[in-house]
């Protein structure tokens, strides 16, 4: 069982994705403000922004309202 736990960590840890992304003037500020309402930072709302995105059978991508918080979405995968 506990070798089946490390193998799970194991690819959690090569399916993570580390992304650099370069936003216009307009859409950086508004994710600024956001991240200063909620406390958190950028990287955090757009990672649950992202964490909650579906995409349909049409490929239209849809996000349920929320409201981003500091609770992770999903715990670190420890190495």
């Known amino acids: 069982m506990h070798n089946a736990h490390g193998q799970k960590e194991r690819q959690d840890a090569r399916d993570e994705l580390t992304a650099r992304v370069w936003l216009n003037a307009d859409v950086s500020r508004r994710l600024r403000a956001i991240a200063a309402r909620t406390g958190l930072q950028p990287?955090?709302?757009l990672a649950q922004l992202a964490?909650?995105?579906r995409m349909d059978d049409t490929g239209a991508l849809t996000v349920d309202t929320f409201t981003?918080?500091?609770?992770?979405v999903h715990e670190p995968v420890s190495q």
């Open 43 to 45: 990287e955090q709302v």
């Open 51 to 53: 964490d909650r995105v």
């Open 68 to 72: 981003p918080s500091g609770e992770p």
